[in-house]
């Protein structure tokens, strides 16, 4: 499934499922109360997935059509989650919010090797032998989301503005001290993750041992919806606790590409990041986890002399298959 948090002509916001290049509002404010039902989740899934038969029982919706002019039909049992009075839009005709605009934490990890070999050996830099580990992350901003073609500040003061291209699971269960062969089973979904970067606020930052601080703040994308595992099942690999998806990465600025990796090639899997961040604590339903940078995945890491750092006007477009496009314009 691809779930979505919308709006329409900027009026009510409503959670939603993707219907064949459709969304359908669902009888909750955002996706991160549907995450919440789960007897909704389960209903949703089985209604969409379901073989289609010359028994099943559908409603037409006549103002949502498909390409070929027929009308679109919902599965009746789908009903009782869809909310009518908001009804169903095509996909292009309504704002895609962040998946979860108000998620209850939101950690960045650091679990791709390549990045952080090649970002510290830029400085002069050896690996942190402690690096190997743990995986490790600092606290981000939830206050800062922005989605699908949201404009994106450049941030007061700072001339090195960059991009970092992640992939971000959404936790959908509730568990604490979580065994690492279960981990996986926390997880609601996947989507793009730009953790948006300060160069020179970062340097300083870093110099006073607390963390990346005002470097990182002040903006993070994420979109342009949720992907249930599921719909990734035949990109997945290894095992429960180690599992790897083969999921190309790349980024574009200004319609060129300026980074491409691949997902597999995470050194730290999404169920060993849910099981550290779950010891002696809490996750909750909507937490964000965001993997930290894929190899190339920066200008910091890539250098000025491949791509400057962002201005201004930039569209900055980042890309992960089996999710999609997230696409947003520097102001």
């Known amino acids: 499934m691809r779930l979505v948090t919308f709006q329409v002509d900027g009026s009510v916001t409503r959670a939603g499922v993707i219907f064949d290049e459709h969304v359908m509002a669902l009888k909750y404010p955002s996706l991160l109360e549907l995450l919440r039902d789960d007897e909704a989740l389960v209903l949703i899934h089985a209604a969409l997935n379901a073989p289609q038969n010359a028994n099943d029982e559908y409603i037409a919706v006549p103002e949502a059509k498909h390409r070929d002019g027929s009308d679109l039909l919902i599965p009746t049992s789908l009903v009782h989650v869809w909310d009518r009075p908001m009804g169903v ?93 279960q981990a996986a089973e926390y997880i609601a979904g996947y989507t793009v993750m730009n953790d948006w970067s300060a160069r020179d606020f970062q340097r300083t930052d870093m110099k006073l041992n607390l963390g990346p601080g005002k470097g990182k703040d002040f903006a993070t994308s994420l979109g342009p919806w949720l992907v249930t595992p599921d719909e990734l099942a035949t990109r997945r690999s290894g095992s429960a606790a180690s599992e790897r998806y083969d999921m190309p990465m790349l980024a574009r600025i200004n319609g060129q590409e300026v980074s491409r990796a691949n997902f597999q090639d995470i050194f730290y899997s999404f169920a060993q990041v849910i099981a550290w961040a779950s010891r002696n604590v809490r996750l909750r339903v909507g937490d964000v986890l965001g993997s930290g940078t894929v190899g190339t995945g920066c200008i910091l890491e890539l250098g000025t002399q491949v791509h400057r750092w962002l201005q201004p006007g930039d569209v900055v477009e980042l890309e992960i298959a089996g999710i999609g496009v997230l696409r947003n314009t520097v102001l």
């Not at 704002?95 to 002069?124: I, W």
């Open 89 to 181: 839009y095509a996909l292009a005709d309504v704002t895609l919010l962040p998946p979860v605009p108000d998620p209850p934490t939101m950690r960045d990890f650091y679990a791709f090797e390549q990045h952080v070999k090649t970002a510290r050996a830029n400085r002069g830099l050896g690996m942190i032998p402690e690096w190997y580990e743990i995986p490790t992350f600092y606290f981000t901003n939830t206050s800062e989301l922005y989605g699908q073609n949201a404009a994106v500040p450049y941030p007061q003061g700072s001339r090195e503005l960059d991009f970092e291209l992640e992939i971000a699971c959404v936790i959908g269960r509730e568990g604490k001290d979580i065994p690492v062969e």
